[in-house]
């Protein structure tokens, strides 16, 4: 099956400064890659995902790469706010499959 | 408003007494799963529902039952709950095919003590 890792496990950054998240998984047949956001006491909420046939994507101040190549794909947020303390998972499926694979997660603590 | 609810939100309990963790949805989703997350091993998922009457196992089934008799609702039971269940949970829905936003619940603190 499809294994996800994650890192960091956690990160802080200066308010202003950016956040990079970075995955890499194993299944060469994943092909959507989503990226949620956890706040304190919250379920997972969906920030950005990527699908296979592009390599970046951007909304506002968060961006996702993708390498297939390499396997891995990567979560940059700039400008960073204190809103942005959170815990971000990636995960990655195949698009015909219902079951998401998770990273373990990286807190991001935004310091002011 | 479209949503995904758990009750209870927090639940104290022993060991071996049965009980019962329930979601439901209002999206209109095919597609429901349970997971739990535990510190270091991000979210692990438990059993998942493609639709009414279809059940699967997921990574971590042992010591969880679910059912599907309705699409709205996909409860998760623990028959004799054990300390090692104690965790955070989530249910989770979204529409037929992995490419499409999953929902998920606000959580249940589960503690078996």
């Known amino acids: 099956g499809e294994n996800v890792e994650q890192h960091p496990s956690t990160l802080s950054v200066q308010e202003g400064d950016s956040a990079v998240i970075k995955c890499t998984y194993s299944?060469?047949?994943?092909?959507?890659f989503p990226w949620y956001k956890q706040e304190l006491g919250k379920g997972p909420q969906l920030i950005i995902d990527?699908?296979?046939?592009?390599g970046e994507k951007k909304d506002q101040r968060i961006a996702v790469t993708l390498n297939k190549t390499a396997k891995h794909f990567s979560l940059h947020i700039t400008e960073t706010q204190p809103e942005d303390s959170a815990v971000y998972f990636c995960a990655a499926s195949t698009a015909n499959d219902y079951k998401l694979s998770f990273g373990a997660g990286t807190t991001v603590t935004v310091r002011a | 408003e479209a949503q995904v609810t758990q009750n209870p939100r927090y639940l104290i309990t022993v060991t071996g007494k049965k009980l019962t963790v329930t979601c439901s949805q209002n999206m209109n989703h095919e597609y429901m799963s349970w997971y739990r997350q535990d510190p270091g091993l991000g979210l692990r998922q438990i059993y998942y529902s493609m639709n009414v009457e279809v059940t699967d196992k997921g990574d971590v089934p042992e010591g969880y039952k679910v059912s599907r008799k309705e699409k709205r609702n996909f409860p998760l039971i623990l028959e004799s709950p054990s300390p090692n269940q104690t965790s955070l949970y989530f249910c989770a829905s979204r529409d037929r095919g992995a490419i499409y936003e999953q929902y998920f619940g606000p959580g249940t603190r589960l503690t078996v003590t």
């Open positions: 990527i699908r296979s046939n592009v």
């Open positions: 299944d060469s047949a994943s092909n959507y």
